[in-house]
């Protein structure tokens, strides 16, 4: 069995793919792709690592999970999971470094369907805009606490991800940049399931319907009925010319940051992009 798992991080697709694939669950069953309530999984999947304690779950292990996530006792061809706290919980996102759990957490998730073909899909963020919304996530804990001691331009997304592919042999991943999400929704859902095209899955534009005026979006999906040949730069276009006045900028109050931070923490974020495309096991996905 393939299985997809969708691993976050926090702030970025805050579940609205896993809402869409529920959404068009029985069409997906048409496929044999599943996408089980993820109720069933979460706490099962974090408590069966802990136990492993690193190790590799036996067969019999592996059967339990999987009877208690899949309600059918026939395995279907693939399966799709996802939770934005499988590397950490927000309040652990941050320790000097991004996610410092995170190739542990996605090795002992390996580990737990060590029978099966499991693919990786990540979400990431220019820091700048994404550290004030993990900051929102911290109930109660103040600024100074939540930075510590972290060098604010020393964080790098290629860090954690170099992590993954190095303690992991053979990972497969696929990560992408939350502010390109409006333009590849349809082609992450298409990944995760396995289907050809995306777009047949309903609610599969309902963050551009969030980004965008009524008329845009009209625009938007006439323009993707005549079945252009770069759906992505046809989405891209509409986007810009129809977005949302408030969707535009972001509002953040950050204790000793000014707009050079902010500029020099893209500039930073952008020449990360670069070395996370190259690494073996990464399929990076832009517009």
Not at 249 to 277: K, N, S, T
């Amino acid at each position: 069995m393939k299985i997809s798992i969708h691993i976050g991080v926090h702030c970025t697709d805050e579940e609205r793919l896993i809402r869409c694939l529920r959404r068009n669950a029985e069409m997906l069953d048409n496929h044999d792709v599943v996408v089980p309530d993820p109720d069933t999984y979460r706490a099962l999947l974090r408590d069966t690592t802990g136990a492993l304690q690193g190790q590799t779950a036996s067969q019999a292990t592996q059967d339990m999970v999987l009877e208690q996530i899949v309600d059918d006792g026939d395995l279907p061809e693939r399966m799709v999971l996802a939770w934005d706290s499988f590397l950490s919980f927000p309040q652990w996102a941050l320790r000097e470094r991004l996610y410092p759990a995170a190739a542990e957490r996605v090795r002992g998730l390996i580990h737990i369907f060590a029978a099966h073909e499991v693919e990786f899909f990540l979400s990431i963020r220019n820091p700048a805009l994404f550290l004030p919304d993990l900051l929102a996530k911290q109930h109660g804990k103040d600024y100074a606490t939540f930075v510590g001691n972290t060098d604010l331009l020393g964080l790098r997304w290629s860090d954690m991800i170099g992590d993954m592919v190095a303690r992991n042999s053979n990972l497969r991943l696929t990560v992408w940049c939350d502010e390109d999400a409006p333009c590849l929704t349809p082609d992450i859902l298409a990944a995760m399931t396995g289907i050809e095209d995306g777009t047949a899955l309903t609610g599969w534009d309902d963050l551009l319907a969030r980004l965008m005026d009524e008329d845009g979006l009209h625009r938007l999906r006439s323009a993707l009925a005549e079945g252009p040949a770069d759906r992505r730069a046809v989405i891209a276009d509409h986007v810009a010319r129809f977005i949302r006045p408030d969707m535009v900028e972001a509002e953040f109050d950050m204790p000793a940051w000014d707009q050079g931070m902010v500029d020099r923490m893209g500039e930073l974020y952008e020449q990360d992009l670069g070395r996370i495309a190259a690494m073996p096991g990464v399929t990076f996905l832009t517009p």
